[in-house]
């Protein structure tokens, strides 16, 4: 488990201000890594279905405190899961009730991979409907998505 510490964010921050003024601070990125020895999750599909590649409840809980104290809008995790040798899934959006193109899963050697976008509004709500993740390097461009 990962801990922030406000005392290196300070720090960044300070050397940010300094040497790079312009830049603003967004939000942060991370990643949950899953396999089965550590976490018994089995498989890929397993991983989408119970959305492990979403936030989990306390990376919501450390967004709420930091969204007032650093205008906290965007957050990126990368979900990693090892496959059986050989298998791939289909690189694709992830596509549910609650997200259009937040999410793309693409696979690499025996990994899959998702890239998921956390986008907080203005009311302080996920506003992930109206994100779309662009990756041109790994085929996930603008001409993928659909006219709304």
Known sequence: ????????FQLKRGLIDR??????YL???HSHPYDLVNDQVKSALEVE?????????SDITHVKA???ERNYRVG????????????????????T???NYS??????????????????GELNAIDDQRVALLCPAIGFHAGMIEAQ
């Open 103 to 120: 999410c793309i899963r693409f696979s690499y050697d025996d990994f899959t991979i998702w890239i998921k976008a956390h986008v907080y």
């Open 66 to 68: 930091l969204k007032a």
């Open 49 to 57: 279905r119970k959305e492990y590649y979403r936030f989990s409840p």
């Open 27 to 29: 939000g942060d990125f």
């Open 1 to 8: 488990m990962v801990q922030p510490s406000a005392e290196a």
């Open 76 to 95: 990126l995790v990368t979900t990693v899961f090892k496959l059986a040798e050989g298998m791939r899934r289909k690189d694709e959006y992830v596509r």
């Open 19 to 24: 040497f790079r003024p312009e830049l603003e």
């Open 97 to 99: 009730d609650t997200e």
